[in-house]
């Protein structure tokens, strides 16, 4: 089946480190985003992309970084320059014109 | 800026319908959604309605636009304790794209 897979789903950082997290889709979607989510909160979009090699920034970019290589594959850097790291990642994309979003499940992260 | 705002909480008894509210800021919105989003896992797009639509129809559910005041509703028939998850508006002047506002979810909580 088509979809999104994002991984990990949990994913534990120490102060300091950088992570990534993984966004790979197989629906031969033109455009891919990043989004965080933080409780009692809407999403913010951190980055997007809708070309390969060619990416955008959010509302929120600072302290993140993304590479956009293959169609299929959008993984996001966590740096320690993002001083409150601590969300839920949503990882989600569209084709070229249609609508609404198909998100993947999710990467938590927590800073220890 | 844009914004789109919703309540935070909405309680019914499983069985009733459950109405759920929306207001947007932006009169340039042309695609507006609603998406859920169960416990730890990513969002699911609902059904969607554009801006020269007054109301949309898909099994339960039942979304109703009024464009002069930006308000959106989404109406869920014969409530189960299965739909129960956060619920969220959003809108776009685009078709799901960079755009795309949205508000911060309603929680529905189905008591059996």
């Known amino acids: 089946d088509g979809g999104i897979t994002q991984s990990p789903k949990y994913l534990f950082r120490k102060e300091g480190q950088n992570v990534t997290l993984s966004c790979e889709q197989n629906?031969?979607?033109?455009?891919m985003y990043w989004y965080r989510q933080d409780p009692g909160q809407g999403l913010r979009l951190i980055y997007y992309?809708?070309?390969?090699?060619?990416?955008q920034k959010g509302d929120i970019a600072e302290g993140y970084s993304v590479s956009r290589e293959k169609k299929e594959s959008f993984p996001l850097t966590v740096t320690s320059a993002q001083k409150n790291p601590t969300a839920f990642y949503l990882c989600?994309?569209?084709?070229?014109?249609?609508?609404?979003?198909?998100f993947g499940s999710g990467t938590r992260l927590t800073v220890v | 800026g844009e914004d789109v705002e919703q309540s935070l909480f909405l309680s019914v008894r499983e069985g009733d319908s459950s109405v759920i509210n929306c207001t947007y800021t932006d009169s340039s919105s042309t695609y507006l959604y609603w998406y859920k989003q169960e416990p730890g896992a990513g969002l699911q797009l609902l059904t969607y309605?554009?801006?020269?639509?007054d109301m949309k129809q898909d099994q339960r559910l039942t979304v109703l636009l009024n464009k002069k005041d930006k308000h959106l509703s989404l109406r869920i028939a014969d409530t189960q304790t299965g739909d129960s998850a956060i619920y969220f508006c959003a809108e776009s002047p685009n078709t799901g794209g960079f755009k795309t506002i949205f508000g911060a979810g309603t929680r529905l909580f189905v008591k059996a």
């Open positions: 992309s809708q070309i390969v090699n060619d990416f």
């Open positions: 629906l031969n979607h033109d455009a």
């Open positions: 309605i554009f801006s020269n639509m």
């Open positions: 989600a994309s569209t084709p070229r014109d249609d609508y609404g979003y198909t």
